[in-house]
């Protein structure tokens, strides 16, 4: 029914699709559900107790920590721990004005785009890649345009023609979206020498690379990787982190780190969208990382969830494996994706949920959806290890009806 409201939408808002997992958040409500659909942190691992000290913060910084805060670039002190915290992986210690605090690194996403895109301008990323970026990037005008990925990453050496094609045609190439680590939802990290070429690459076309890693401390197996941030010597790449995965999503804090000039943008563009991120729970996690909490908290972390990762690799084997199902195995991160030669995604999820089961379809994250609609993904952090046999059981079940 049409109103004043519905009249006046933006066309933007008239196109709006709901999500993909919008319409899920409801369903995995229901206590016997078994979900695999959200990339949610187990909540038996939250650090309650340790997060908790800080409450005397309230006592003797209440006056300070409830009011705006003054600094939309974030509080100092939690920046500086990030900074140390960071440097193994980004290859150097960053200043103070390389580093902005979002509120969550959806956020980052979003001011990114704030600050690049005009209408009709292209930025390349996985194909499959997280849906809630695509939605930010169609959100502001831009047309995402997908490379394809194997078990090593994205497929870098296709960039260099792509790149050409697009300006053959007139687009501005604003970007390379790339989740470098446990990929979502490919569950895939990109090589070392596939880092080093997409810096190259970018360099080359005078192209900025985004490397979004909130999975990349989640690692159950092998060595950390250098980030391409670390390999890109002229400044292209901007890095963005979050605590979401490693701490609690509900802080709602993640981090952007790169060339002054972007993050100068950023924070600019950040001041119209929240003013500020919340002093209070800046301070909290900052308090939490000073005392050193976050380094003794992410092996607790990893030592649970590869319990979990390892179970359902078991469940995926057993049931899955027969029915000619196939998935690269994560080395750290929140998912598995699954592809199901002759299997609709979407009819799967309807039967699946009958049986109280909740994925995500692969079509949600593809550029093209029918790309992805023989694939599935699956969060394995959420459940304990029984409820993932029993789920994964199911699933299969779902297969084969599907298949008759
Ligand atoms: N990037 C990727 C790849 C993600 O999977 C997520 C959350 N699932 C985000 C960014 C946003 O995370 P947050 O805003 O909670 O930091």
Redesign the pocket.
């Known amino acids: 029914m049409s109103n004043a409201w519905t009249e006046s939408f933006s066309t933007l808002a008239k196109n709006l699709r709901p999500s993909a997992v919008s319409g899920l958040f409801k369903a995995i409500k229901n206590p016997k559900m078994i979900s695999f659909a959200g990339?949610m942190p187990a909540p038996e691992v939250f650090p309650i107790d340790k997060f908790a000290e800080g409450a005397h913060l309230l006592k003797d910084r209440g006056s300070e920590l409830l009011q705006y805060g003054t600094a939309t670039e974030g509080d100092s002190s939690l920046r500086s721990s990030l900074i140390k915290f960071m440097a193994p992986r980004l290859g150097r210690t960053v200043d103070m004005e390389e580093i902005l605090l979002t509120?969550?690194?959806?956020?980052a996403?979003d001011l990114f785009a704030w600050a690049m895109f005009d209408k009709g301008d292209a930025i390349i990323t996985e194909e499959p890649t997280?849906m809630?970026?695509l939605n930010v990037f169609s959100n502001h005008g831009a047309q995402a345009v997908g490379v394809p990925c194997d078990a090593e990453g994205m497929m870098v050496d296709k960039l260099p023609a792509l790149i050409e094609k697009l300006r053959g045609e007139g687009k501005k190439v604003k970007g390379i979206y790339t989740?470098v680590n446990f990929?979502?939802p490919g569950g895939m990290t990109m090589t070392v020498a596939r880092r080093q070429k997409l810096a190259q690459i970018a360099g080359e076309y005078g192209v900025p690379i985004f490397e979004?890693d909130?999975?990349g401390y989640v690692r159950y197996e092998g060595e950390h990787l250098p980030s391409i941030f670390s390999f890109d010597k002229a400044g292209n790449t901007l890095y963005?982190g979050?605590?979401?995965?490693i701490l609690s999503?509900g802080v709602?804090?993640?981090w952007v780190c790169g060339d002054r000039e972007i993050i100068r943008k950023m924070s600019a563009f950040k001041q119209s969208t929240d003013l500020c991120s919340s002093p209070i729970t800046q301070a909290l996690v900052a308090e939490y990382c000073e005392k050193g909490y976050l380094e003794q908290h992410i092996p607790v972390i990893a030592d649970n969830y590869r319990k979990r990762r390892d179970a359902m690799e078991e469940s995926l084997q057993r049931h899955m494996k027969p029915l000619d199902v196939t998935w690269v195995k994560p080395e750290g991160g929140?998912f598995f994706w699954l592809k199901m030669p002759g299997v609709d995604c979407e009819k799967l999820m309807t039967i699946c949920l009958e049986k109280m089961v909740a994925f995500v379809v692969g079509t949600a994250f593809c550029i093209d959806p029918e790309a992805g609609r023989n694939y599935c993904r699956l969060n394995f952090t959420y459940c304990k290890p029984d409820k993932i046999e029993e789920g994964i059981r199911r699933m299969a079940e779902a297969i084969q009806s599907l298949r008759k």
Do not use: V
């Not at 509120?103 to 956020?107: L, R």
């Open positions: 990339g509120t969550g690194s959806q956020q996403l997280y809630a970026a989740i990929q979502n979004d909130p999975y963005a979050s605590f979401s995965k999503p709602r804090i993640g929140f």
